[in-house]
């Protein structure tokens, strides 16, 4: 993420896989811990969202991790995301409203809003990684500006996203053409100066 100056300060791992007292989930989508990983899955069969999100809020920070999606799949990260009382659609959901957080897509299926789209703001300038294998990828936030980057490659920059505390959240859809799963593993959060 070159041309943001930054300092790296300490880091942490955001998943605990014995325990989820660090999380608040809500929705239809099932959130397990699978060892070291922290898995999503869409059953058709229950329509619905799921989500899961810190209980920790972060405002400036280096996001990392690994995301593996099957085949078909969808799902999003949430970022800046303000707590309150949220629902499973309209501007209750989250990501959503005037004063909603940021939802960065993950979708191989969407070529209007491929991964690291940052939903209903930019679209991701190129598609990088792909369904069924592990991809990582970095979000960063400071200040105003916003950088993800997949596999290494940058696909998104925005410079005037809202400064504001929130927590840091997953997702999957509220539907879906059929069953998937969606991993995630090796989630470490850092602050920036």
């Not at 799921?50 to 799949?73: P, Q």
């Not at 491929?114 to 939903?119: D, E, K, L, R």
């Not at 505390?165 to 059929?178: D, E, K, L, N, Y």
């Amino acid at each position: 993420m070159a041309g943001l100056s930054l300092v790296v300060k300490a880091q942490k791992p955001l998943f605990d896989e014995v325990d989820f007292s660090g999380w608040q989930s809500f929705g239809v989508g099932a959130w397990t811990a699978e060892g070291a990983e922290l898995v999503g899955r869409f059953d058709k069969n229950k329509p619905g969202p799921g989500y899961i999100f810190t209980r920790e809020v972060f405002t400036d920070f280096r996001l990392a991790l690994l995301f593996h999606i099957s085949s078909g799949g969808r799902s999003c990260i949430y970022v800046r995301e303000p707590r309150r009382k949220w629902g499973l659609d309209g501007e209750n959901r989250p990501g959503s409203g005037p004063s909603g957080g940021y939802e960065v897509l993950i979708d191989y299926q969407d070529r209007d809003n491929p991964t690291g789209t940052i939903s209903n703001i930019q679209k991701s300038k190129r598609l990088v990684g792909s369904e069924a294998k592990w991809n990582e990828m970095e979000i960063l936030c400071k200040g105003s500006e916003i950088r993800i980057s997949v596999a290494g490659q940058s696909v998104n920059r925005f410079n005037q996203l809202r400064v504001q505390p929130g927590v840091i959240g997953f997702a999957v859809p509220g539907t879906a053409s059929q069953d998937f799963v969606v991993r995630f593993r090796n989630i470490v959060i850092s602050s920036v100066a």
